[in-house]
Nanobody
Framework: QVQLVESGGGLVQAGGSLRLSCAAS????????MGWFRHVPGKEREFVAA????????DYVDSVKGRFTISRDNAKNTVYLQMNSLKPEDTAVYYC??????????????????WGQGTQVTVST
């Protein structure tokens, strides 16, 4: 099993930026597709972005396209989510997830095998 630890969340004003990091344990990080999801209490977990195991393919939910960028550094066992032009509706707990198959990237949370504990992002007006 793999442990994922998110960091970089915090409080930011609308229009500002944050960079989230997700550090993974283990020796097989480069074989995993990685995703970012976000969750607001009382609502379903929402797909945000995903990246293939080599970083060559990415996918984003429409609401963050042009504002968020997912990337990874396999040598550091880390995936990132750069969030620019933040909006109050981006406020959520952001979760990192890993899919051990790694051949495809997915939007469905049920496909992912490992999850971090989340980091809070709050965007104020």
């Amino acid at each position: 099993q793999v442990q994922l630890v998110e960091s970089g969340g915090g409080l930011v004003q609308a229009g500002g930026s944050l960079r989230l990091s997700c550090a993974a344990s283990g020796r097989t990080f480069g074989t995993y597709a990685m995703g970012w999801f976000r969750h607001v209490p009382g609502k379903e977990r929402e797909f945000v972005a995903a990246i293939s195991r080599s970083g060559g393919k990415t996918d984003y939910v429409d609401s963050v396209k042009g504002r968020f960028t997912i990337s990874r550094d396999n040598a550091k066992n880390t995936v990132y989510l750069q969030m620019n032009s933040l909006k109050p509706e981006d406020t959520a707990v952001y979760y990192c997830a890993a899919e051990r198959g790694g051949l495809f990237i997915h939007r469905g949370a049920s496909v992912y095998d490992y999850w971090g504990q989340g980091t809070q992002v709050t965007v104020s007006t």
